[in-house]
């Protein structure tokens, strides 16, 4: 369980539509709480939830979260939150700091069915900056970053309980925004680390057993990060104040549709990434060892050029139990890595008939006749997708792929390119597992009939070229398979 930290993004609102000076007024704290009003709505100030006051030079803005809580109705002494509060001093015509270097401890204790789960989460050493400059083009750094994140979690059912134990060191997001190149939006990065990570859970003992089954599980480094380019930021947030503004009203305001409108395509395109480095999880008989697990996802927003992509990397992944059957030494560690990516034109166009269907502004259902129009477009659009070469290894086998397949006519169609070594010391594996397990035999075979459709490629490596047409027809390097009809 790894923090997911919320950068200071919600943080800059505080002054967004107030012009501020030094030193701090009254005046001026009631304009950042009217800003507050237009996102979140009269009550957040009315109900004392937020609450800005000047001192001296700087603004301290304070979010009782626990009033939060009690307004949502969450039930009493269930959730204790502390204050959280920052300073917001003005630098100069539209430009300000905050800064913060305390995190709000939390404690919870929700009663359930057969018992209650209780527990606390503690930050230290928290320290927050974040620098606002609204006339430069790069106009926004932000940094949260803390020592140690400690929650722990019980769980009470009944006589049984389990426990939770986590700790993360050395956490860091930083946040830096631009103006975009072409001036249509923001461009934003994020980037988050976490020095070490270990967890310990102790479960209630399995049927038969006195002793409690104790779980550990230690990280390594954690590094990720996300760029969004393009970001529809201004327009984004005037129809969130706009919806805010009129949550009350029985039927969807006039000026939603073509606010609505007005953020598309909400990006231009969106890029994250994360790697997890030197798992190591320890259970009673069972140990598990991982070099690397790494993941990544694109995705555009409703442009005309659309595209999806998701990619996941896992390095030297290995088990040892004398749970174990001998053979499964041989099929550790494994490594294996994937990116698939889809891409589609006429996502803008889709968007605009889905805004433009009478019944969006009601129930947000789309009518059979619009979902036939984005079926249609998704279609004339071309849609791909794609395969990038990508490896899956153990110690006995060594396997490539890569394709890509495409319905530009309406029938799919496509091509897949695998190569393999070591098949053979697969087929002996697979040959000394099916001696206890007959259900493999048939695996078997087919391994074996795969290996007489390959072709041997210039470096010694089995090849298989597999061909799909849009009759629905398929081969095998040229070799045609009887379909079954």
Known sequence: MLARWPTSAFLLIAASSASLAAPATSDGARAIEQTFVDYFGKAVVDKGIVSVAPDGDDYVVAWDLQKALDLAGAPKG??????????????????????????????????????????????????????YAGAQADFLRSLVAADLLAAKLHIADGARGADFDLAQSGISIETRAKTSDSGAGVDVAVAQSVKSANETIVAPPANGQSAPVTMTYAIGV????????????????????????????????????????????????????AEIHDVTLQMPMVEATLKTLGETIGLSGFTAA????????????????????????????????FDLRVTDNGLDEVARLALDDPSFGGKGELSLETQDKIRDVLIAGRPKLTLSPGRFTTPTLDLTYEGEASAETGAPSGHLRLGADGLDKTIALLEDIAKTDPDLQSAVLGVTFLKGLATTGADGRLVWNVDVTEAGEVSVNGTPLPMGK
């Open 222 to 273: 954690v590094e990720g990060g996300a760029t969004i380019a393009g970001l529809r930021a201004r327009e984004i947030g005037d129809l969130w104040q706009y919806v805010v503004a009129h949550i009350d009203d029985a039927d969807p305001p006039a000026e939603l549709k073509p606010r609505l409108q007005a953020t598309l395509p909400l990006w231009n395109d969106l890029q994250t990434n």
């Open 306 to 337: 659309g595209a999806a992509e998701f990619g996941v990397k896992i390095e030297q992944l290995a088990f040892k139990s004398p749970l174990l059957p001998p053979w499964a030494e041989r099929v550790s560690p494994a490594s294996f890595s």
């Open 78 to 131: 269930a959730l204790r939150i502390d204050r959280f509060s920052y300073t917001l001093t003005p630098t100069g015509e539209d430009s300000w700091t905050i800064k913060a270097d305390r995190f709000p401890s939390l404690a919870f204790d929700v009663p359930t069915d057969n018992g209650k789960e209780t527990g606390t989460l503690d930050v230290g050493g928290f320290r927050l900056e974040t620098a």
